[in-house]
């Protein structure tokens, strides 16, 4: 199994263009999330989703958009992206919400020029 | 809205030396879960604790939660240069999880 898989691993942008980050989970779960990691500001939760059909809003959401495709995929999009969005992006899922841990995908490092 | 507090953001240390990070929270936890990142890779699950007051111990590494549920440790006895990368806490419950800001650990050989 090859667990949490993203795509891109890096990525280079210019300010005002867009790009999906694509997760993929070949673990069954139900739970799926994106975080970004920025130096001494540890994991904000973007968004997340707790099952199929759902998403919700976590503590950074602004400038982003998610899309739960199916129960393996979980995209996230930066319709116009901006110098502040350039971090660490990790996807993540776990069998269900805040109960079960989590296993993260190997992170896409995203610099917006 | 919750928040888990983690102290020190750094520690160094000799190898050899004991090392020790602190979580709390601002409420009540369903269950505290700990997790490693080496430099330039993941966060990578180590342990849950869900019981008021539980140890659990990983070979050197010592894991506990507070009688009230609101904090936790995690202690390393004799790190190893194996031992470098940040380590978080992360409080479970109800909602998604809410991560500390981590301790960064380098250990000096």
């Known amino acids: 199994n090859a667990g949490v898989t993203q795509t891109p691993k890096f990525q280079v942008l210019k300010t005002g263009q867009s790009m999906t980050l694509q997760c993929a989970q070949d673990?069954?779960?139900?739970?799926m999330y994106w975080y970004r990691q920025d130096p001494g500001m540890g994991l904000r939760l973007i968004y997340y989703s707790a099952s199929e059909g759902t998403t919700d809003k976590g503590e950074v959401p602004n400038g982003y958009n998610v899309s739960r495709l199916n129960k393996r995929e979980f995209s996230l999009r930066l319709e116009s992206a901006a110098p502040s969005q350039t971090s660490v992006y990790f996807c993540?899922?776990?069998?269900?919400?805040?109960?079960?841990?989590?296993?993260f995908g190997a992170g896409t490092r995203l610099s917006v020029l | 809205g919750q928040q888990v507090m983690q102290i020190p953001q750094y520690q160094h240390v000799q190898e050899g030396e004991d090392f020790t990070t602190y979580c709390n929270s601002s409420t009540t936890l369903s269950n505290i879960q700990w997790y490693k990142q080496r430099p330039g890779g993941h966060p990578v699950f180590l342990i849950q604790l869900v019981k008021s007051g539980e140890v659990k111990k990983q070979k050197r590494l010592t894991f506990q939660f507070g009688e009230a549920k609101k904090n936790s440790s995690l202690h390393i006895t004799a790190t190893q240069t194996t031992d470098v990368g940040t380590y978080f806490c992360a409080g479970g419950g109800n909602t998604p999880l809410v991560f500390g800001k981590g301790t960064r650990l380098s250990v000096i050989a």
């Open positions: 673990m069954n779960h139900n739970s």
């Open positions: 993540a899922s776990s069998a269900v919400g805040g109960h079960r841990h989590q296993y």
